[in-house]
């Protein structure tokens, strides 16, 4: 397992996070094993949003894991809120609310990181900065980020905001490349040239923000996975099942190393219920791919180099 120095705090964080966004389905057995078989691993993050399952994922994790002072501080608990019935919430009070209710579903005094979720457009980013004041001061979270956010939203809240932002969680992955798009094909006319991002990744790297990629192993927005569409990825899928042969591990591990590859120190968001799953995910985390086994991986998703 590789792990991160996030700046702004003084974590190891593994670069697998454990996504907590279908665990409703599972037995408390079935999630406690889940868990700890995760840790075991050498997963120490662990990733929530308060609609995740209309607030029974973290309500579910509470009671599987009874947090125990041990083993909370093994942990690395992350949550979002600023999502609502048709719209979106920066607002202090609901920032605040949110948080709240987020620590009584999730048995605990504290969150580590808290993530504002999607952006909202009527933010007042002083408003947010109290919201962020107030919780950092009452011991309620102590490290905070964005998700989905691009280059120019990030600055705008970082300059009101007392403390650093350290993430933010953004789609990423083989069937979904736009935040490295851009850049390989600056200043050229075609659609993939076209910036989806604020050029985000780079902004991230000068900034020294985490980036953390969510639904890793998807095409489109939740159209399907990567490794199931044969007819649209037949040439990325017999990549990936050559270099996995090669390497001994599996195409998960393979698509999984190709996001840690990147210097960027990108972090993976695995949401699989599935143990030996997230076994194949972690055996990517480190996985030394070559800059031209990356780059061939690239083109054969259908992406072109100038």
């Known amino acids: 397992m590789k792990y991160l120095s996030i700046p702004g705090t003084h974590w190891k964080a593994s670069n697998i996070i454990m996504g907590c966004m279908r665990i409703a389905s599972l037995s408390n057995e079935e999630l406690e094993h889940l868990i700890r078989s995760n840790m075991e691993l050498g997963i120490n993050f662990f990733d929530h949003a308060d609609i995740y399952g209309k607030g029974e994922c973290e309500r579910h994790f509470g009671q599987a894991v009874n947090l125990r002072s041990s083993l909370r501080e093994q942990m690395i608990i992350q949550t979002k809120c600023g999502i609502r019935g048709g719209y979106f919430d920066f607002s202090k009070e609901h920032i605040i609310n949110s948080v709240d209710q987020s620590l009584a579903r999730l048995q605990t005094d504290y969150i580590d990181v808290l993530l504002l979720h999607r952006p909202d457009t009527l933010m007042d980013p002083e408003e947010v900065a109290e919201a962020f004041t107030q919780l950092h ?170």
């Open 137 to 306: 001061q009452s011991g309620k979270v102590r490290a905070f980020g964005v998700s989905n956010q691009n280059s120019l939203q990030v600055e705008l809240l970082q300059r009101y905001c007392p403390f650093k932002l350290s993430f933010n969680q953004l789609q990423f992955g083989l069937g979904h490349t736009p935040l490295v798009d851009a850049g390989l094909t600056a200043n050229m006319t075609i659609d993939q040239s076209t910036h989806r991002t604020g050029e985000f990744l780079e902004y991230a790297r000068l900034h020294q923000i985490t980036i953390q990629a969510w639904s890793p192993f998807q095409y489109g927005y939740f159209e399907g996975l990567i490794f199931q569409n044969h007819d649209r990825y037949q040439k990325l899928n017999e990549v990936i099942d050559e270099l996995a042969a090669q390497y001994g591990v599996s195409n998960t591990a393979i698509a999984t190393a190709w996001i840690t590859r990147h210097p960027a120190n990108i972090q993976v968001i695995a949401g699989s219920t599935k143990p030996s799953r997230m076994k194949e995910v972690v055996s990517g985390s480190d996985l030394p791919l070559t800059r031209q086994e990356w780059y061939r991986l690239y083109t054969s998703a259908g992406n072109m180099l100038p």
